[in-house]
Structure formats: structure tokens, C-alpha cells
């Protein structure tokens, strides 16, 4: 009988993890909860994904919601926002956190920068491959492959308007276009369109990275 009921209570839970994750809607944009996590009522913690970039005023305003509607009132409340296509616990776009006060702090492009970045004359002496942009916290760049004098160039452009260029080297992978660094680098580094446009960073351990298209 006992073991009858150890099944039931598996396959109860295994049911209660592949439910769907519902989108919660603040000021006409949507969200979900990824994850929350607690240590007593001393520190808690949530991932939210946002459906698209928001301003730091927002984020000010959903952070106080949030922490309104916990039932358990934490002394120190850390939030941390991803944007569609993030990995959660590589580097998140956004946070604001409860400690005790609150600060939010965009850590990757903000709206002003990535129109920035954007609006930037796109390069006429090569032809376009493509161009991606990297969300990473502290970095912020634009990515723009090109071929250009029987070469593969990318050419980096950062929100602090500094840049670099490096030659590439282009493969083909399962399909897709794969791009290295010519010369390699220290960590097998390298660049995989995926089958939505977006741009796949890799290395020898997996994904890093991924960079959305905004050609």
C-alpha cells in the first residue's frame, strides 16, 4: 500500500512540474515568475522573464509589486529580469533588488542605448550577413558580420561607442552558417546562426550566449 502511494505522489508532482508557466500582465506588458527561492524570511529571491525591454521607471514600479504580493515579507528581496531568449543564471538583463532599500539597476542595453546602437550608419564597403545584439550584462554591443574584400569580418560596436573588428572564419554546421575566430582563441569560441536568426555564442563547455537579430 505504501508503495502505492509513493507512485501516486510521484506522478502527482511529475504532473505539477510539466503544468505550464502562466503570464502574469503589469501595465500591458507581460512576465512569468522562472523561479523563487527563499532562506527563511531572512532573503528571497526571483526570476522573472519579461516579454521585451522595459524602462528602469517600470522596473521600479513591478519591483514593488512584486514584493507586495509575497506572502512571506522578506528582510532582503533580490529580483533579477531576463529577456526572451536569456538563459537564467548566465547574466540577467535587469535587477532591482531590496536591500534593504530598493535599487534597480539595467545591466545590459537600455531602450536609449540599444536605439542608439541601432541608429548607427550600417557599414556600405561589405556586404551584410547580418546583425545581432548582445544583451550581456556590463557589455551591450552590436555585432555585424559582413564579407567584405573576400573576407568574413565582425565588427563589434559597444554602448560606450568604442569598436573592434576581427576576421572570421565561416563553416557550415548541421545546416547552419558557424563562424571562428581566425587563429581560434583560448576557450573554442564561436558563432552559430540558429533556425529563429538569432546569434548562438559557444564555446567548449556549450551555449554562453545568445544575441538576438535585429537586421
Known amino acids: 500500500m505504501k508503495k502505492i502511494w509513493t507512485i501516486l505522489l510521484i506522478f502527482s508532482l511529475s504532473l505539477f512540474a510539466a503544468l505550464p508557466v502562466l503570464a502574469e500582465s503589469f501595465q500591458g506588458v507581460k512576465y512569468t515568475v522562472i523561479e523563487k527561492s527563499n532562506l527563511g524570511s531572512i532573503k528571497g ?66 531602450l536609449e542605448e540599444e536605439k542608439a546602437l541601432k541608429s548607427e550608419p550600417k557599414s556600405s564597403s561589405g556586404e551584410i550577413i547580418g546583425i545581432w545584439l548582445d544583451e550581456s550584462p556590463y557589455v551591450g554591443a552590436k555585432y555585424t558580420f559582413m564579407r567584405k574584400d573576400g573576407k568574413i569580418i565582425m565588427v563589434r560596436k559597444f554602448k560606450d561607442v568604442s569598436s573592434s573588428e576581427k576576421e572570421m572564419i565561416q563553416k557550415k554546421q548541421s545546416g547552419s552558417l558557424r563562424f571562428d575566430e581566425k587563429g581560434g582563441n583560448d576557450f573554442g569560441e564561436y558563432y552559430l546562426i540558429e533556425r529563429n536568426g538569432n546569434m548562438g555564442v559557444y564555446d567548449n563547455a556549450g551555449l554562453i550566449n545568445t544575441m538576438r537579430s535585429i537586421k
Open 45 to 110: 529571491s526571483i526570476d522573472i522573464r519579461l516579454e521585451k525591454k522595459v524602462t528602469k521607471e517600470f522596473l521600479h514600479k513591478l519591483a514593488l509589486k512584486l514584493r507586495e504580493a509575497e506572502p512571506r515579507k522578506y528582510e532582503r528581496l533580490f529580483i533579477t529580469y531576463y529577456l526572451p531568449g536569456m538563459t537564467p543564471g548566465s547574466g540577467a538583463w535587469a535587477a532591482s533588488h531590496f536591500n534593504p532599500n530598493l535599487q534597480v539597476k539595467i545591466l545590459g542595453t537600455t
